[in-house]
């Protein structure tokens, strides 16, 4: 049985249902928010949080912005990035998400903070820190949409309504990046 602090739209309620990858007894329970304890032998599986790099791209006056083609938020606005891999670093993939989604090569970016998320996707709720790096453009590349994005547009930056971007971290971030 959960805890009653855990809600039934997180992955508290489904991993409960898994077996343990240790001794393959269905006996996961709960223990805490992020973390579940196999009661048959004790093994404690830790749900960290999920690191996400973002780019915000601006040339003059202007930003990048990226129409989520997917949900979570599809068809609002997000900056091109994606989930960081295994083994990789910040930078390593910055550089591998904004080959994917814009066929652009990254240069120059500059870290410019991070900030917590929360991703539904598929009903199953994942905590994120999105990392976000600044990079200032002289001209507009040529870019394409690719990957899990639908279109890609130039927006002013006196016409960025924080409120069109998916995800809180993205509203933060752009609130900070136009007041600094």
């Known amino acids: 049985m959960l805890p009653p602090q855990y809600s039934n739209s997180n992955l508290s309620t ?10 393959s007894q269905p006996t996961f329970v709960a223990s805490s928010e992020k973390s579940y304890q196999c009661s048959e032998c004790a093994f404690t599986y830790f749900h960290n949080t999920a690191t996400a790099v973002l780019a915000i791209i601006r040339c003059q006056d202007e930003v990048l912005v990226a129409v989520r083609g997917r949900e979570p938020g599809k068809g609002m ?25 814009l066929m652009f090569k990254a240069e120059n970016a ?51 309504p924080a409120d069109k971007f998916a995800f809180a971290s993205a509203r933060k971030a752009i609130s900070l990046y136009l007041a600094g």
């Open 14 to 23: 489904r991993i409960i249902s898994m077996y343990c990858p240790s001794c």
């Open 77 to 101: 606005w997000d900056f091109p990035g994606g989930f960081v891999d295994h083994d990789e670093t910040l930078e390593q993939a910055l550089v591998r998400e904004l080959e994917e989604e």
């Open 110 to 160: 500059k870290y410019f903070g991070s900030y917590p998320n929360t991703y539904l996707y598929k009903n199953v709720e994942y905590k994120t820190c999105d990392t976000f790096f600044a990079i200032e453009l002289d001209h507009k590349p040529e870019l394409t949409a690719g990957d899990d994005v639908a279109a890609i547009q130039w927006v002013k930056m006196t016409d960025l």
